[in-house]
């Protein structure tokens, strides 16, 4: 099956530091998702992001169809973007089931 | 849309007792997802249904599991009996693949943390 890789898996900043995650995955996909999964454990929908780029406040996010990698960019980072950061994608079969990686864990500190 | 709707929140067992997690998708999504969360495994697939149809339930991990979806709006994650190593946070989620395929976003439900003692 498809593999999904994200990194890096651990990740500590400053309050205010900006910061890159990056997910590469395996073969051809038709959707990628990015998540935040806050400390109370709720899966929070960031990007829907299967090519080109978005910004949406602080965050932006990049997929490279092609080479088959996306970035998540972090900018200003605050204490409350902590939690665990996850990049899913689904296949290009029709199936749509999404395929998570294993995450990169953000400890913003004040 | 209140989004996907997970029930119970919380639920703590004695292992040997059925265990019955319930979702309700968002309304019109016709792909509807059971996932499981571990510290072990991460998330998982465990079985996905279409139009109330199960398509895939090759996560499933033993006979104990079992998942119905009677209607449009209302899916169940059934584990009977239930052991210690069930012990997982369990998701529903749901999307709406549009026309060729265009914007399959799925979104999740707030999960339901099961513990079997």
């Known amino acids: 099956g498809i593999q999904v890789e994200q990194s890096p898996p651990d990740l500590i900043l400053q309050e205010g530091a900006n910061s890159t995650l990056r997910c590469n995955f395996s073969?051809?996909?038709?959707?990628l998702q990015w998540f935040h999964q806050n400390p109370w454990g709720q899966l929070i929908n960031l990007f829907y992001i299967p090519s080109g780029t978005k910004q949406n406040g602080r965050l932006s996010a990049t997929t490279v169809a092609t080479e088959r990698y996306s970035l998540l960019y972090i900018s200003s980072s605050q204490t409350t973007d902590s939690g665990v950061y996850f990049c899913?994608?689904?296949?290009?079969?029709?199936?749509?089931?999404?395929?998570f990686g294993s995450g990169t864990r953000l400890l913003v500190r004040p | 849309d209140a989004g996907v709707i997970q029930s119970p929140r919380h639920e703590v067992t004695e292992m040997g007792q059925e265990v019955t997690l319930r979702c309700k998708p968002i309304?019109?999504?016709?792909?509807l997802f059971w996932y499981r969360q571990t510290m072990m495994r991460g998330l998982e697939l465990l079985i996905y249904?279409?139009?109330?149809?199960?398509?895939?339930d090759s996560g499933m991990p033993e006979d104990r599991f079992s998942a119905k979806m009677p209607n449009a709006s209302f899916s169940t994650l059934k584990i009977q009996p239930s052991e210690p190593r069930d012990s997982a946070v369990y998701f529903c989620?749901?999307?709406?693949?549009?026309?060729?395929?265009?914007?399959?976003?799925?979104?999740f439900g707030q999960g339901t943390r099961l513990t079997v003692v």
């Open positions: 073969d051809s996909v038709n959707n």
């Open positions: 309304s019109g999504h016709d792909y």
């Open positions: 249904f279409n139009n109330n149809v199960p398509i895939d």
């Open positions: 899913a994608v689904d296949r290009r079969d029709s199936s749509y089931k999404l395929i």
């Open positions: 989620a749901s999307s709406l693949p549009g026309p060729q395929s265009v914007n399959t976003e799925a979104f």
